[in-house]
Structure formats: C-alpha cells, structure tokens
C-alpha cells in the first residue's frame, strides 16, 4: 500500500516513509490510497483475540512494508501491562442496554494520546531502521495539553530521538501543566507559548516548513517529525478500537454480527473520529459517527452546512483539549471523499487566506449521511457528569461529558435506536476540578486547589488515583521557559545547538 498527500495526489511513500516524514513537503497529510477490507466474518473471528492480537490485524493491513515479527514487537512493547492500568487496553463498560462507554484512558498519561503515543515511537525507530535512516529524529510537539504529556511519555529516552513540546501557556490545566514540566528524560524540552493552542500549533508548523532550518538540521544529521495527530503512525493504532470495542459488543452478545452501531467521538482535531471513519470504510458496522464538539463549535457548523469557517471567537471551556478551531485531519476526510488533490488544494488556499472554505453540494450531503454533529456548553457538560453519576453512577471527565451530552440531542433529534458506544478520552480525575465542581459540594472545591481535589474525588467515587496523576506537585518542575509566539523557532535552534 502507497501513501499519498492530500495536497498531490501521487501516491510515492511507503508507510515507513509516511511516518517518518510526518507531514508531506506540501503542507498535506499522508493518507492511504486504498482503504483495505475486512468480512463480517474475519471481524467475527476477531472477537475472540487479544486487544495486541487484533492490533496485529489492523495495522499489518496499513503498515504492509513492515515485517511482521517488527510489527509484533512495537504492538507489544506498547500495550502491555505496565503501560496500561488495564488487561483489556480499552475496556467497554456497560452503563444502558444502549449506551455502553468505551474508555481510552488507561495508559499512563491518562488521556486517550496514549493509545497512538505509546506506539508511535516504536513505529518510528522501526521506520527508520527499516529505511536504513540513522539520522536523529526530531519530534516537534504543539500540544493543547493532552498530546504534550502522552508524546514526552512515549518518547522520553528513546534512542535516536529527540523532542520538543511547545503548549499555550494559558490554554492547560493546572494538572496538564504539572504533568509536562515536572518530565524527566535526557532528549526532550518542555516549553510554554503565550498564545493558544492555534497559535502554538501554527507556530509549528512554520518551523516545520521553513526550508533554512531544514538545511541547516540537514547538515547535523537531524530530521524534524511529528508526533501530532496528523502523522499517520498516529491515526492508524486509533482505528483499532473502533473494531475491538464492536467485537466486545458481539463477544458479550449485547449485539448480532452485522448489526450497526454508532460511535459518539468527542472531537477536537478530527483524528479520533476519522479514525472512526476509516474502521466504517474498512467494512466495520457503523451507523452513524457522532461528532461532539464544546462551543468551538466549528466542526458542528461544517458538518450542518458545508462551510468551514474559522473566523469566530476562540472560547476557553472546561473540555481544552477540544478548544480548536483548526481541526488538521478534516483535510484527510475531504480527501478521501473526492480523491481530488486540487480541489483539496482549492479549500486549504481558502483556508489560509480567508479562514474559510465551503465545500461541494455533493461533498456534504456525503459527509451529512455518515456524520452528525452537535455541540454543547459548560454548563451542560456539568449537569451531564452529574446526573450520569447520580443516575448511573458512572464518573466521567469533561470530554466525555460533552459527548455523553450530545447523545442525549442525537437522540432527541433522531429517535435513532441503534446501540452506541461513547468514546471516553480522558480519565475523570485529569480534569477534577470541573469534574469536582459536578459532584461536590461548592465550599469543598473552592477551598481545594486541583491536586488536593485528586483525593477528595477518589473518596467520594471510590475510584483509585491513577499512578500518573498521583505526588505530581512533589517533583520538581524542570522546565520553566516561556516563549512569545514569533520565538518559537529560536527555541528550535537553541535546543538543537544550530
Ligand atoms: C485530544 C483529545 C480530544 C480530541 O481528539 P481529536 O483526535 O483531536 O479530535 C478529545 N478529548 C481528549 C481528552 C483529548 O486529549
């Protein structure tokens, strides 16, 4: 299988040569020229295997330049025992006859990243070594929180690599923050921007396409890649789950093979549910792909009339890690859907220039047919934790609370029947202060700074502290630099010694 640029239509990379480079030249994002498929009957089979086991099935299909014994190794090396807090990797946890959650937060970070960023290293050293590349690999992150964390994690000593995390100063949690700049590791640097999370991910992708830095890590032996939702070593270990919590579904026969579900994706920049997306076009029953979005609500305005329009106020909400207003993988999407490189082309230009793009009549009824969107407010998102906790006595974070929220306007709207999975990205206590002001008393949250909260959540739900969350305030901060926004670059030379 070829990879090809959203922006070029030629497809002339191997997905070790995708993966290495991150982004293409262009400014586009590798995507695969042909979606392979899988029978109901080999998703049957699947039912049975292990989360490692059906990993090795999804991603042999996507990485077919890599041998598979390699393959086997990264799959284990991440999931495993000591990365995951749970046997399962993404347990499906019952909560209706309908609703069923599928949580992607037991890595060590917390938050769904860590199912891609625990893997993507693997893969890239693979790559690499599968190119004969001995260069050193520079990953440059801009994260608005989550990413940050998981990719530091996954990367932290890993030969061969270096990385550096850029997040908006203003823009993370009090935990998010603690998380990143307390990082030990010998090849990584933590730094803060003065900007939001658009800014900082602009910032870098500047420096990712300025050609005089290029050659001047050229001439030391270094290579930039990303470790950012849009490289696709990424955004293939995600379609996995898609698959493992349907199989769930059917091993425990809450569902019959063939059945459609739906999937209701708390959204940001458009990987975890085009992930969704692929998993559908590769044969997986899927109903519809809900996509929840907070008041940065412009993917629920795309999705409901064509038209992508970034020039509207950037809200700061309780759910950060979905305050964007660019949502990079939506190239992927418009892509695969015309499998036109300059319209492609065509919209990103608009994009850039005008912040805006409207696409084709027959594009979105497309999208319009697979996708539905909605979004919802704080305030909401709060009433929702609260009442699933009381009512089902289920806790969940502020993402996931945005999702759950939409469920509930997907199914007024609707009336639609069919089972769905809420796809849980973050743990509830890496979000506790919003998650503590759901559920308990205002005095005792107002009193208590985000970590003594950790404690207070634990004994009113009687859920353990997740060991990547716990003395985070004992360790020292070891990383303090904060940068303006047009700095970022000299940031880059400084910490490459260019
Ligand atoms: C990154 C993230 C999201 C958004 O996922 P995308 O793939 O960017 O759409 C949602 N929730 C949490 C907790 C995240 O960390």
Known sequence: ???????????THSAAEAILAGLALDGGLFTPD??????????????????????????SLFLDDFPKDVLSKCVQNAYNQTTFDHPDIAPLVKLTDDISVLELYHGPTCAFKDIALQILPH??????????????????????????????????????????????????????????????????KVIAVRGNFDDTQTGVKKIFSDETLRSQLED???????????????????????????????????IELGEEINFVVPTGNFGNILAGYFAKQMGLPIHRLICAANKNNVLTDFINTGIYDRNREFNKTISPSMDILISSNLERLLFLLCKDASEVRGYMKDLSEKGRYKVSEQMIKTIQKL????????????????????????????????????????????????????????????????????????????????????????????????????????????HQDVVEKSNMQDSVSEFLDL
């Open 123 to 188: 893969l890239l050293m693979s790559s690499a070594s599968l190119q004969k590349d001995d260069r050193i690999y520079v990953i440059l992150v801009a994260t608005s929180g989550d990413t940050g964390k998981a990719a530091l994690s996954g990367f932290k000593d890993v030969e061969n690599t270096k990385i550096l995390v850029f997040y908006p100063d203003a823009g993370v949690s009090e935990i998010q923050k603690l998380q990143m700049v307390t990082q030990e590791g010998g090849n990584l």
């Open 371 to 478: 996708f539905w969107s909605s979004c919802s407010n704080d305030e909401e998102t709060i009433q929702r934790i609260h009442s699933t906790y009381k009512e089902k006595d289920y806790l969940m974070d502020t993402h996931t609370g945005v999702a759950m929220d939409i469920y509930y306007k997907y199914l007024a709207d609707t009336a639609d029947k069919h089972k769905t999975v809420i796809v849980s990205t973050a743990s509830p206590f890496k979000f506790n202060s919003s998650v503590a002001k759901a559920i308990l008393p205002d005095d005792i949250v107002k009193e208590s700074g985000e970590i003594a909260l950790l404690t207070k959540l634990s004994d009113e739900s009687g859920m353990q502290i997740p060991a990547g969350l716990k003395d985070l305030d004992k360790k020292p901060v070891l």
């Open 220 to 254: 030391k032996h270094y290579r930039f890649s990303s470790a950012n939702s849009i490289n696709w070593g990424r955004l293939a270990p995600q379609i996995v789950y898609y698959f493992s919590s349907y199989c769930d579904l059917l091993q425990r026969q809450e």
């Open 34 to 59: 042909c979606i392979p498929k899988l029978s109901l009957q080999e998703i049957d089979k699947m039912k049975r295997q292990s989360y490692q086991d059906k990993a090795m099935t999804i991603l």
């Open 1 to 11: 299988m070829l990879y090809q640029s959203t922006r070029e239509g030629k497809s």
